[in-house]
């Protein structure tokens, strides 16, 4: 089993920043690919960006690309979120999410992760 809880939410300015933590207990998070999606009211829950268990390799939407960087600290069993020139559509609870690994084939697929965090709102206002 592995837990994880996000934090760092909160209002923010059109433009500004914010930095989401993803904290983790439970089995060896180094083990773990780590994916963060989004959802918004009335929408789909989507895919932000995600992180290779071995190689580092990150995927991003289209939409955050060159404004989200997806990190992870290992020795803190931390993942992060690093999200600046925010945008109103950036508004949304931003969940995170274990998977065993992902690919450029399936990172963005929901199904490939087994473990959630409780969310955490970002509302960006205009």
């Known amino acids: 089993q592995v837990q994880l809880v996000e934090s760092g939410g909160g209002l923010v300015q059109a433009g500004g920043s914010l930095r989401l933590s993803c904290a983790a207990s439970?089995?060896?998070?180094?083990?773990?690919?780590m994916g963060w999606f989004r959802q918004a009211p009335g929408q789909e829950r989507d895919a932000v960006a995600a992180?290779?268990?071995?190689?580092?390799?990150?995927y991003y939407a289209d939409s955050v690309k060159g404004r989200f960087t997806i990190s992870r600290d290992n020795a803190k069993n931390t993942v992060y979120l690093q999200m600046n020139s925010l945008k109103p559509e950036d508004t949304a609870v931003y969940y995170c999410?274990?998977?065993?690994?992902?690919?450029?084939?399936?990172?963005?697929?929901?199904?490939?992760?087994?473990?959630w965090g409780q969310g955490t709102q970002v509302t960006v206002s205009s």
């Open positions: 992180i290779r268990w071995r190689g580092g390799s990150q």
């Open positions: 439970g089995r060896t998070f180094s083990n773990y690919a």
């Open positions: 999410a274990a998977a065993p690994d992902v690919y450029r084939s399936n990172w963005y697929a929901s199904s490939n992760y087994d473990y």
